[in-house]
């Protein structure tokens, strides 16, 4: 029970002195203290402390203070309010982020190169990419992103959806592609398809003014941030995306002609023919 205390936000001292106070009844400093072993001086900071949160009340009996505590019921309550606070605070941050992120964009121009390492720091780069208030350009590789990091990007992709950041994707010819382009509308995603030839292992989003490379391979990730380097890899991109587009036409139609083809083994099997 003190351990769930504190994951609830109390001090350990202050879930002793409060599960003391509930044990006892109304009780005075010298009496909490004893009973949850802490200083008679830290009992008064810590009974204040918890008084003010509303899981404490007091009142003076015969000159002296006497300490009671409340339903435990308050505790939820607490968290409720704590939580509406938290809500109120999360609305404040993101009305101000746009001015947040001018001051951080550093309006010299200088250039910020931000390098992870590991499974955590290459996830911290993709999340870096949910702050985007541009479209982001990706030139990516799917086929290891379940070994990467099992049930992430599915995640990942529903909360990029539901930020409303749409993606324009190049991505070379594989099965696992496919089904990837096949969700671009779920996704808020035009996928081209290009000959697999071209296939990159690291990862290249471009948004906002960074450049994020990202292998999930390697397990490694860095985040250039310069408005002259993002402009230059948005115009590349964009060459290859219209190339891309073509590509896709043609390759989609192959695909295609495969799928058929194995329908129509796969039914033949099943009449016997085969």
Do not use: W
Not at 75 to 85: A, Y
């Amino acid at each position: 029970m003190l351990q769930s205390l504190v994951k609830f936000g109390l001090s350990e001292k202050e879930a002793r002195v409060y599960l003391a106070l509930m044990e006892l009844g109304p009780s005075s400093v010298t009496e909490v203290s004893k009973k949850s072993k802490v200083t008679r001086t830290n009992a008064y900071h810590l009974l204040s402390s918890l008084e003010i949160r509303g899981l404490v009340n007091s009142h003076e009996n015969k000159g002296k203070m006497i300490y009671s505590a409340e339903n435990p019921a308050r505790i939820v309550q607490m968290l409720k309010d704590e939580i509406v606070n938290k809500k109120a605070q999360l609305d404040e941050a993101e009305s101000i982020l746009p001015e947040l992120k001018e001051a951080y964009n550093d309006p010299e121009g200088k250039l910020k190169v931000r390098f992870y390492e590991g499974v955590e720091g290459v996830v911290s780069a993709y999340e870096d990419t949910l702050t985007s208030d541009t479209p982001i350009m990706a030139y990516a590789s799917v086929e290891h992103q379940h070994a990467f990091f099992p049930g992430y990007f599915p995640e990942y992709y529903k909360r990029r959806t539901q930020k409303g950041i749409h993606v324009d994707c190049i991505l070379a010819y594989t099965k696992e592609s496919f089904r990837v382009k096949g969700l671009d509308k779920k996704h808020l995603r035009k996928t081209y398809i290009i000959p697999a030839d071209f296939t990159i292992s690291p990862e290249i989003n471009i948004y906002d003014d960074k450049v994020a490379i990202l292998s999930l391979k390697e397990k490694f990730a860095v985040i250039i941030q310069s408005k002259d380097v993002a402009d230059a890899f948005k115009k590349l991109f964009r060459l290859a995306y219209e190339r891309a587009g073509e590509y896709d036409e043609k390759l989609g139609v192959e695909y295609d002609s495969r799928l058929e083809i194995k329908d129509k083994r796969f039914a033949g099997k099943e009449a016997g023919i085969e």
